[in-house]
């Protein structure tokens, strides 16, 4: 596969919340390049259907295979949960999608095995984290719930303060009535870790004691460091963003990279 | 263009929300047959690029007119205040958006000539109403705020109660610094009506005064019978619904319409 030249990371996601695991990635791994693709004409895809999703998330990786990336990575949760085995099976290279590494997180978080996953629509319709953990655990119990407003509410930078607590507590109220013993919240959407201090402090006090908050990005980083073996000893890679419309990439971006954009180009599937 | 068959109504939105519309025609117009395209695979437009909502109401429209409608509404305020310059041009028949009907009734309503709007961020970018209402009234005073989470707000179901209070407040308190003297509030969004109670409560008691609720539904509908001229005297005609993607579409209309849809077709543009 390899012919000398350096191939980068590809990573896709429906929007910019996929820049979430670009940061995981550029800590755990900063030699690699990375091409990031966002599909911000076609955001959100956690509304749509699961075929939807998939024929979406399919052009995704295709645009990044035609840059001969050496990995995929498929940062958005919905499509990790509706498009994976497609994905795989029209890949060449390895593919992680978002589910399973969360899933073995959140188990390695939960002493009790009662986990509660949060997430847009099309992922929690899908039941991939159930799926996925009860996999690796049988005995371990998974509650899961939509969470519509988290996203827009990531986006409007409406964080902290009353209106993101009110959200985060009404959403956990009624995931604790669906399993009042959960010990372990997964955050399901690339987005949520924006809100975590909102939905830690909402889920320990419904819940009467600390709640493990797990997001999948660390995960996903770690997950792609064993499966490329080696990485470039370089200090920092490049990174190419790539979007299908630009519209507020500028702003939303630096609040889940981390940094500013200063580059980004525009691309039709 | 009359050759005695019956020929529908098209109306069009990049979701469901646009079924507001809908219910004000049926209303106004309760003859006439109407052919609905929701597109659901590539909702929202709201937070999409000009061109990009240009290129996705153009496909929207050619699937009416492929089915010989006499009238096209843009039932989509983002897609009215983006794309109707190019819809027109690529239409035969006539074409109403939802940002002229909706500014005239704004003016209608406004004694102060101070009006705000409220919209998606690519309404408010695009300064539609502002250059509506100018172009009748030149000394009229308009300012804008996009308010991105209201159509989740909407879409959840969270219409009254705390939340919904709380982001209202918000959004209007924002508006209110831009102009403390509006008397004139337009909802430039098909999703806003559902959410009319809590925003003119909002609005009455931060300006400390009432503030006259505008929508764009019924001002189109009125712009639809004015356009026809004449309408079939059948007590109630046809609705056919179409939608890119089904996601959701069982549990939202009936918000939206005011009925249960009973059948829709899933089409590809």
Not at 150 to 160: C, D, K, S
Not at 183 to 206: F, I, K, S
């Amino acid at each position: 596969m390899s012919d000398g030249r350096r191939r980068a990371i590809g990573v896709f996601d429906s929007g910019v919340g996929g820049l979430t695991v670009v940061r995981a990635v550029r800590s755990a791994l900063p030699g690699e390049d990375i091409l990031y693709l966002g599909d911000t004409a076609r955001v959100p895809y956690g509304s749509k259907s699961p075929r939807t999703v998939e024929r979406y998330s399919l052009a995704c990786q295709r645009f990044l295979l035609d840059r001969d990336v050496k990995l995929v990575l498929i940062a958005c949760n919905t499509a990790s949960a509706n498009a994976l085995p497609a994905l795989v099976a029209a890949s060449q290279v390895p593919v992680i999608g978002a589910v399973e590494p969360g899933a073995a997180s959140a188990l390695a978080a939960s002493a009790r095995r009662r986990i509660g996953v949060i997430g847009t629509l099309a992922t929690i319709r899908s039941r991939a984290y159930e799926t996925a953990i009860a996999a690796r655990d049988p005995d371990a119990h998974v509650v899961g719930l939509a969470c519509p407003l988290l996203v827009p509410l990531a986006e409007e930078g409406w964080t902290h303060g009353p209106i993101a607590g009110l959200v985060a507590r009404r959403y956990l109220s009624e995931l604790l009535t669906l399993d009042p013993d959960i010990d372990t919240l997964v955050l399901g959407c690339t987005h949520y870790p924006l809100l975590a201090d909102e939905l830690a402090e909402a889920a320990a006090e419904l819940a009467g004691r600390p709640i493990a908050i797990v997001d999948s990005a660390t995960a996903m980083a770690q997950a792609a460091r064993a499966a490329l073996g080696e990485s470039p000893s370089e200090p920092r890679g490049e990174l190419g963003i790539f979007v299908t419309d630009a519209s507020r990439l500028e702003e939303l971006a630096p609040r889940f990279l981390g940094e500013r954009v200063k580059r980004h180009e525009l691309v039709d599937l």
